[in-house]
């Protein structure tokens, strides 16, 4: 499955100068457990926010231009369609994570998300989720992250 994942604010903020704009443990530590085991896809500006490989997950860095620095856990491909190629031969999900550029590119493949709700406004965001990226998807469960609010959306048949 290609399921989305991501921490927005109200505001629809995800990004202030190459980093979340906030910290929330329970978040962190929901994505950790939610991706671990499984394949996480990432733009190359989030790779170079995050820094190193994920541990425990294939880390997948998308980049037109593949300027990625090599690293034996990283995987480069150049698009969304290379990432559907080759999660036919992987085990677990494939999570996007980010950045908008990446949601975009796979928002019409994406079959769920997972969108935590971040209560807060980001005034001097630099990078906001994109708008309607989430219309074709209906609500299926939330979950509690100590005041924190987890919804998984899942895609309304024929919306693609």
């Known amino acids: 499955m290609i399921i989305g ?3 927005v604010a109200r505001d629809m903020a995800i990004g202030r100068d190459g980093k979340l704009p906030w910290h929330y443990p329970s978040d962190l530590k929901f994505f950790k457990r939610t991706t671990v085991r499984n394949t ?3 733009g190359s ?17 998308l980049s037109r231009s593949a300027n990625i620095e ?3 856990d990283v995987v480069c491909l150049r698009s969304a ?4 190629s080759l999660s036919q ?3 677990g999900d494939v999570f996007i994570i980010g950045g908008a550029r990446v949601f975009k590119s796979f928002a019409n493949i994406i079959d769920e998300w997972l969108v935590t709700d971040i209560p807060i406004d980001v005034p001097d965001a630099d990078t906001f989720m994109p708008p ?5 998807f209906t609500l299926s469960e939330c979950e509690d992250l100590d005041g924190l609010s987890v919804r998984r959306l899942r895609r309304i048949k024929d919306q693609v």
């Open 40 to 42: 996480v896809v990432m």
């Open 45 to 61: 500006n989030t790779w170079r926010s995050i820094g190193k490989p994920l541990p425990d997950r294939l880390n997948i860095v």
């Open 70 to 72: 090599s690293h034996p």
């Open 89 to 91: 031969y992987l085990s």
């Open 81 to 84: 369609g290379e990432v559907i």
């Open 132 to 136: 309607d990226l989430l219309k074709a």
């Open 5 to 7: 994942i991501v921490a």
